[in-house]
């Protein structure tokens, strides 16, 4: 098991588009478990592949409050999206600090690969949609900030490259 650093907007590879798993093998699992760790230890919800600077299909979730309840989604595709849409609060490991409202289909129907590889589908709503929604923006190389206005988003752009120099700053002061 490893913890994995999580990419900071706005860095640029955070918007490379993430290519379909060809094999869900040993190494896939591995990323997998690496994937689940890091989202625990963050804490976060979910974490998607490109957050850890690994541009395939590959997202885990957990909303749950006692962190037991892992989904893994391989090549997951959204396959149906409701008309009627929810506003909910994001926040992003990749843009820590930042909370802001987002609107999103309210309820969606998924299919992925599982960590064996085989197909399988649910229905979601509420907060996991909201998750596996901003997830597989992740893997298309959007991050929630984009759905902001511009001006915020130059916002964040200047507040988080500071804060990236300043965290740089103490690490050489020692
Ligand atoms: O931990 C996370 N919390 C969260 C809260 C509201 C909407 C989306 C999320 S996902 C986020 C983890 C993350 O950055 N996943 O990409
Ligand atoms: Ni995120």
């Known amino acids: 098991m490893a913890l994995l ?8 590879r955070l918007h ?5 798993v060809q094999q869900v093998d040993e190494r896939i699992r591995q990323l997998v478990r690496d ?18 600077d690994v541009h395939e299909r590959v997202v885990v979730i957990d909303i749950s409050d006692e962190g037991n309840d ?10 149906w999206k409701s008309e009627d849409k929810q506003v909910y609060e994001e926040g992003c490991l990749s843009v820590p600090g930042v909370y802001d409202e987002v609107e999103r289909a309210a309820k969606i129907h998924v299919r992925a690969l599982n960590e064996q590889g085989e197909p399988f589908e649910f ?6 949609a909201v998750c596996v ?3 597989l923006d992740h893997l298309l190389g959007k991050v929630f900030v984009e759905y902001l206005s511009g001006l915020k988003q ?3 752009r200047t507040r988080l490259r500071k804060q990236q120099r300043e965290a740089e700053r103490e690490l050489d002061q020692v």
Request: proline letters at 11%; glycine letters at 6%.
């Open 154 to 156: 130059n916002r964040i």
């Open 16 to 20: 490379k588009v993430a290519a379909p």
């Open 5 to 12: 650093p999580i990419l900071q907007y706005p860095d640029p």
């Open 123 to 128: 229905d979601a709503e509420g907060l996991l």
């Open 70 to 79: 892992l989904h893994v989604l391989i090549n997951p595709e959204i396959t």
């Open 35 to 52: 994937m689940a760790q890091t989202m625990y230890e963050a804490p976060g919800v979910g974490l998607a592949a490109t957050q850890v």
């Open 133 to 135: 929604q901003h997830e």
